[in-house]
C-alpha cells in the first residue's frame, strides 16, 4: 500500500495542497506543495520495500525497455559528466576520495578521475549498471551501509539526480555530512528544476526549486558555494537543472528557520509557457543533441 505524507520534511508543517497530478508509466503520481515552505513532496507515494524492489531491477526497465545501459543513455551521461567535471574545475582544485552515490554506469567517476587523479568509488543498488562500472574496472558497491561500515572519509561526494528520489533527504545528507564527508569536503548535487523540468515522475518524491533545495542543505547543516541553473546536456536555453556544490556549515546556536519558496504555480506555469513558446518559435534550435525525439524522453531522467 502506498505511503501517505502528512508532514513537511523541511519545514514541520502539516498542511499542503495538492499541486499536480497526472500519470505516468501507468501510475498515478500525486505532487503536493506545502502551504508554508513551498515544499513539493509526493503522497502518496511508495514504501521503502517498494522502493527497494523498484530500484533493484524494474526501474531501468520502465524508462528505457532493458535494465543495463543503452548507447543513448551511456552518450547521454557522457556528456552531462564532462559539464559536471567543468562545473568542479573552476571551483575545486584537488580531490583525493571521490565517493558518487547512484553512480549508474560510473562515467562522472571515471571523468572526475581522469581530472584529479584521485581515488574513486561508487554506490549503486541496480545490478545491471553497477555490473557494467565494475566491469570497467571502477569500485561499486550496492548500498552506502558497505561503504559506511569501510570508515573511511571522502573529499567530495556527489549524487547527480539521486536527491529527489530519497525518502528524507534532510535525514540523508545529514548522515552524508556527520559520517561520510571529509570536515571541508564538497558535496555536488545535481536534480531537476521544477519550473522547467517535467519531473513530476513516480520515482521523484520530491520535486526541487533552487529556493527549496538551498533550504533542504542548509537545514541539513551545508553551505551553499555555487549554484549552476542550466539545460546541458539537453538544452542550451532551458534551465532544466540545479547544480549545486556546498560544504558542511560552522556549527550554529540558532535553530533552523526555513526560507519559504512563493509563488510556486505561477513560476512553474511561467516555465512552461515559455517553453511552449520558444518550442513553437524557434523548432529545432533550443535542443542541443541531434536525436530530438529520443532525448525529449530523457527530460525525465
Ligand atoms: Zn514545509
Same mark, same amino acid.
Given at each position: 500500500?502506498?505511503?501517505?505524507?502528512?508532514?513537511?520534511?523541511?519545514?514541520?508543517?502539516?498542511?499542503?495542497?495538492?499541486?499536480?497530478?497526472?500519470?505516468?508509466?501507468?501510475?498515478?503520481?500525486?505532487?503536493?506543495?506545502?502551504?508554508?515552505?513551498?515544499?513539493?513532496?509526493?503522497?502518496?507515494?511508495?514504501?521503502?520495500?517498494?522502493?527497494?524492489?523498484?530500484?533493484?531491477?524494474?526501474?531501468?526497465?520502465?524508462?528505457?525497455?532493458?535494465?543495463?545501459?543503452?548507447?543513448?543513455?551511456?552518450?547521454?551521461?557522457?556528456?552531462?559528466?564532462?559539464?559536471?567535471?567543468?562545473?568542479?574545475?573552476?571551483?575545486?582544485?584537488?580531490?583525493?576520495?571521490?565517493?558518487?552515490?547512484?553512480?549508474?554506469?560510473?562515467?562522472?567517476?571515471?571523468?572526475?578521475?581522469?581530472?584529479?587523479?584521485?581515488?574513486?568509488?561508487?554506490?549503486?543498488?541496480?545490478?545491471?549498471?553497477?555490473?557494467?562500472?565494475?566491469?570497467?574496472?571502477?569500485?561499486?558497491?550496492?548500498? =552506502?551501509? !558497505?561503504?559506511?561500515? +569501510?570508515?573511511?572519509?571522502?573529499? #567530495? /561526494?556527489?549524487?547527480?539526480? *539521486?536527491?529527489? @528520489?530519497?525518502?528524507?533527504?534532510?535525514?540523508?545528507?545529514?548522515? =552524508?555530512? !556527520?559520517?561520510?564527508? +571529509?570536515?571541508?569536503?564538497?558535496? #555536488? /548535487?545535481?536534480?531537476?528544476? *521544477?519550473?522547467? @523540468?517535467?519531473?513530476?515522475?513516480?520515482?521523484?518524491?520530491?520535486?526541487?526549486?533552487?529556493?527549496?533545495?538551498?533550504?533542504?542543505?542548509?537545514?541539513?547543516?551545508?553551505?551553499?558555494?555555487?549554484?549552476?541553473?542550466?539545460?546541458?546536456?539537453?538544452?542550451?536555453?532551458?534551465?532544466?537543472?540545479?547544480?549545486?556544490?556546498?560544504?558542511?556549515?560552522?556549527?550554529?546556536?540558532?535553530?533552523?528557520?526555513?526560507?519559504?519558496?512563493?509563488?510556486?504555480?505561477?513560476?512553474?506555469?511561467?516555465?512552461?509557457?515559455?517553453?511552449?513558446?520558444?518550442?513553437?518559435?524557434?523548432?529545432?534550435?533550443?535542443?542541443?543533441?541531434?536525436?530530438?525525439?529520443?532525448?525529449?524522453?530523457?527530460?525525465?531522467?
Amino acid at each position: 500500500m502506498p505511503e501517505e505524507i502528512r508532514t513537511c520534511i523541511l519545514c514541520g508543517h502539516d498542511h499542503s495542497t495538492l499541486f499536480d497530478r497526472r500519470e505516468h508509466f501507468g501510475r498515478w503520481v500525486h505532487n503536493r506543495l506545502c502551504s508554508r515552505c513551498g515544499l513539493i513532496f509526493q503522497s502518496p507515494r511508495m514504501t521503502a520495500a517498494e522502493a527497494e524492489a523498484h530500484y533493484a531491477a524494474e526501474y531501468r526497465r520502465t524508462i528505457q525497455g532493458r535494465e543495463g545501459p543503452t548507447a543513448k543513455d551511456l552518450d547521454f551521461q557522457a556528456r552531462r559528466a564532462a559539464r559536471l567535471v567543468e562545473f568542479l574545475q573552476r571551483r575545486v582544485k584537488r580531490l583525493q576520495r571521490h565517493l558518487d552515490i547512484g553512480c549508474s554506469a560510473g562515467l562522472l567517476l571515471e571523468r572526475v578521475r581522469e581530472a584529479y587523479r584521485n581515488e574513486a568509488l561508487g554506490v549503486e543498488p541496480g545490478e545491471a549498471y553497477r555490473a557494467y562500472a565494475r566491469g570497467n574496472g571502477l569500485q561499486v558497491r550496492a548500498s =552506502l551501509d !558497505e561503504v559506511e561500515a +569501510a570508515g573511511q572519509r571522502f573529499d #567530495l /561526494i556527489s549524487l547527480i539526480h *539521486v536527491l529527489e @528520489h530519497l525518502p528524507d533527504p534532510v535525514g540523508y545528507l545529514v548522515r =552524508l555530512r !556527520e559520517r561520510l564527508l +571529509a570536515a571541508d569536503g564538497w558535496l #555536488l /548535487i545535481e536534480v531537476p528544476n *521544477v519550473y522547467f @523540468h517535467t519531473s513530476f515522475e513516480y520515482e521523484h518524491l520530491y520535486s526541487f526549486s533552487r529556493r527549496t533545495l538551498t533550504e533542504v542543505l542548509r537545514k541539513a547543516g551545508f553551505r551553499v558555494g555555487a549554484v549552476c541553473i542550466q539545460g546541458r546536456p539537453i538544452s542550451q536555453l532551458f534551465p532544466f537543472y540545479l547544480t549545486v556544490l556546498a560544504r558542511p556549515a560552522r556549527r550554529s546556536r540558532r535553530p533552523f528557520r526555513v526560507r519559504p519558496e512563493r509563488g510556486a504555480a505561477r513560476k512553474r506555469l511561467l516555465g512552461t509557457v515559455f517553453q511552449i513558446f520558444v518550442t513553437q518559435r524557434l523548432p529545432k534550435r533550443w535542443w542541443l543533441l541531434i536525436d530530438i525525439e529520443s532525448y525529449q524522453d530523457t527530460t525525465r531522467a
